[in-house]
């Protein structure tokens, strides 16, 4: 009895040993029941074991044929009593059979039926939620099957970073229809099993190595297609956009969702609205670790006293005295690592942190201004402040309070607004300006000349004065710049403004903002930003040569 039909992924040396094991048992059964008497004493229905079996390895028609063979070897072919040589009555022995091939035909439906649910069943948990497309599961799956194999492939993140855009406020229906678009060119190209959704606005394509270099390319065609060109759906004209991550598994990777994270990795490179392909690169996914590792400890940095307020001298260069300071926050991270500056501040903008951090800066100057005020020495302080705290009122509220609280005046206080956060026409930006300008704060335009409009937003400003930004500084003595610079002290003078120059580090620098009227400087020319004790130095030796030199 050798089945013809070989069922799901069994392979050839598995069938055969399922083959020689429902033989052994006929045959063994057989000889049982004709060594114990015959079919008298029922050891014949021993026969539904390699029925059941037969049905479980081939399904209902070989468990069929398996019920029918059993029936016919245990009929006319075995005596009802071996002793006597009395034969079976032919209505049992049939009757039997018509058993026999019952049972094999319905355990081999009732097997292949669950079979049939259990594969519907994994088939819903592989596929896509949004598409008719495989999911992440899947993708797993097969990643670290193509890593058993140990061979090297391509996988390639498409994350659309408009999708969500076009659903909100264009048509929901339609994100279905832009996916399956490109999902079936990416498909056509790359193989029907080898694109799969992970998020909504995700596809992830598994390409091998072998092809990947063709298939890639094929790819970035397919992608700037969409790029160059809007889709037509409907009556809608749409233009996707989208960023591209590439990353290559050569064997260095303990598990599927590593590679993955890497492909990701690589499409956060350039800007978050940007389109583009980009390739994984280990400095990126070093940086990004950096990042999480500062979030997660820059809440604890004020508690563990690790951040602290050092201060820059401004230097009035027509009048040759110290003119103020400005009020920079540094980290010191478990007290030995320094934390820039450009590094923390915007994760701490990003995560909501800036405001506890601008509070205690703050605090800190205005405590200092008290101390240094008590010592005759009487200093102006500038500090920054983004447009959200500016329009914070309760922030607002308590800056006043505390400067209220200490024995310094608000005149004292010079606030910085960085002028590339100045949106033209912001109106409550600019009342709220005008309110605490009449309360008697000086307002600072920090980074002058980085803006996209800065004339036409500034003049909305009422600002005391205006700092040249360190960009402009560094090619001062570049003709056109100067010119241009020269423009700037122009356009502040005419309006009653002080200039201030930062970043200024060279005699040269100092010569030529001189040349062309600069009020004051800010810079390592005259110092690095000191810490109060050292300030005071400062202070004490620049008015000793100062007061020499008159």
Known sequence: MIPKIERGDKNSRTNLIHILLVAFLVITILYFVYITGGTKKGFVHLMYVPIILSSLYWGAF???????VCGILTGPFMPMDVALGITQDPMNWIFRLLIFSFIGFLTGYMIDRINSLNEEKLERTLKSPFYDLPNAKKLF???????????????????????????????????????????EKLMHTCGHKSVYSYEKDELIVLVCESSSDDYEEKIKGILEYYLDFPMSINEYKIRLAFKVGIYMYQGEDSSPIEIYNKARIAYEQGEVKESGIYYYDVSLANKRREIQSITGTMLESILKHELFVMYQPKIDIVNNKISGVEALVRWKRNGNEFIPP????????????????????????????????????????????????????????????????????????????????????????????????????????????????????VSEIPFD???????????????????????????????????????????????????????????????????????????????KVNHESA
């Open 141 to 183: 799956y097969d990643i670290e099957n193509k890593m058993k194999s140990e061979k090297n492939f391509k996988l390639i993140s498409i994350k659309l970073t408009n999708l969500y855009d076009i659903e909100k406020y264009i048509d929901n229906k339609l994100v279905y229809e832009i996916v399956n678009s490109l999902a």
């Open 342 to 457: 450009n590094i923390f501040i915007p994760i701490a903008e990003e995560i909501g942190f800036i405001n506890k951090i601008s509070k205690f800066v703050f605090d800190c100057a205005t405590t200092q201004m008290e101390i240094w005020k008590s010592k005759g020495m009487n200093i102006k302080c500038a500090v920054n402040a983004s447009v959200s705290e500016l329009n914070d009122d309760s922030f607002t509220s308590w800056a006043g309070e505390t400067i209220d609280a200490k024995n310094i005046d608000r005149s004292d206080f010079e606030i910085e607004i960085t002028e590339r956060a100045i949106a033209y026409n912001d109106h409550r930006l600019i009342e709220k300006i005008n309110y605490l300008k009449e309360s008697g704060y000086k307002i600072s335009i920090d980074d002058f000349g980085t803006g996209y409009n800065s004339l036409m937003s």
């Open 62 to 68: 070989i468990g069929l044929i398996a019920g029918m």
């Open 465 to 543: 004065k205006l700092k040249i930004d360190k960009y402009f500084i560094d090619r001062i003595h570049k003709i056109e710049v100067a010119e241009l610079v020269k423009l700037f002290i122009e356009y502040a003078h005419t309006l009653g403004k002080v200039v201030i120059a930062e970043g200024v580090e060279t005699e040269e620098q100092i010569n030529i903002l001189k040349r062309l009227k600069c009020d004051e400087v800010q810079g390592y020319y005259y110092s690095r930003p000191l810490l109060p004790e050292e300030l005071e130095e400062f202070y004490l030796e620049f008015n």
